[in-house]
């Protein structure tokens, strides 16, 4: 399996969330930085890399097979995919006795 890239904006607090999350489940990963500027230009290439052309999108973004294949752009949608892919401790960002309360 390729190693999964995390691709973050600096200072974000939702970057940060997800590199916790992915630390915290012991997933070792490549870090990327997101193009700062936020002109359509300086992302062409993230975008072509990611394969969404139009449309919005935010850091921090989850390569988890490090390429298109499959993108998450959410920091909680990735700490939830480092909980379930875990080797260390799957279960527990997210419990399954409080799964009811998470989802709300």
Do not use: C
Not at 9 to 28: F, M, V
Not at 75 to 100: K, M, N, V, Y
Request: glycine share 4%.
């Amino acid at each position: 399996m390729a190693q999964p890239e995390l691709i973050v904006a600096y200072g974000s607090p939702y970057s940060q969330r997800a590199k916790w999350a992915l630390d915290s489940a012991d997933i070792q990963y490549k870090l990327a930085t997101y193009p700062a500027p936020p002109f359509y230009l300086v992302q062409l290439p993230l975008r072509w890399r990611i394969g969404r052309l139009s449309g919005k999108i935010t850091a921090p973004i989850l390569l988890p097979k490090g390429n298109a294949s499959e993108v998450i752009m959410d920091s909680t949608a990735i700490a939830r995919w480092a909980d379930e892919h875990s080797s260390s401790s799957p279960g527990q960002l997210f419990p399954q006795a409080h799964a009811e309360n998470l989802d709300r």
